[in-house]
Nanobody, 124 residues
Framework: QVQLVESGGGLVQAGDSLRLSCAAS????????MGWFRQAPGKEREFVAT????????YYADSVKGRFTISRDNAKNTVFLQMNSLKPEDTAVYYC?????????????????WGQGTQVTVSS
């Protein structure tokens, strides 16, 4: 079993930056691909970014490409999402997810473990 705890969300203005963190505990974090998803009110959960077990492969949603960066520190069992140039449409609950495979994935059903989410609100 893997436990995931997100942190770093908050209320910011458009153009600001935030860095989300996801701390993992339990099984060997370094063997797992990790991802970030988000869900805005009234919308379905959507893919944001994913990273392979060693960090060599990353994928991003088109809506965040060039603004968000996913990274991981396997020594600290933590994955990060650096969010720059935030827009009001980035407002959502952001979820960290882990999958029991090393290969990154962009679909939510490919993940086995989920955090509780952290709220990000971007005002215009």
């Amino acid at each position: 079993q893997v436990q995931l705890v997100e942190s770093g969300g908050g209320l910011v203005q458009a153009g600001d930056s935030l860095r989300l963190s996801c701390a993992a505990s339990g099984r060997t974090f370094s063997n797992y691909a990790m991802g970030w998803f988000r869900q805005a009110p009234g919308k379905e959960r959507e893919f944001v970014a994913t990273i392979s077990w060693r960090g060599g492969t990353t994928y991003y949603a088109d809506s965040v490409k060039g603004r968000f960066t996913i990274s991981r520190d396997n020594a600290k069992n933590t994955v990060f999402l650096q969010m720059n140039s935030l827009k009001p449409e980035d407002t959502a609950v952001y979820y960290c997810a882990g999958r029991s495979l090393a290969v990154a994935a962009t679909w939510s059903t490919g993940y086995d473990y989920w955090g509780q989410g952290t709220q990000v609100t971007v005002s215009s």
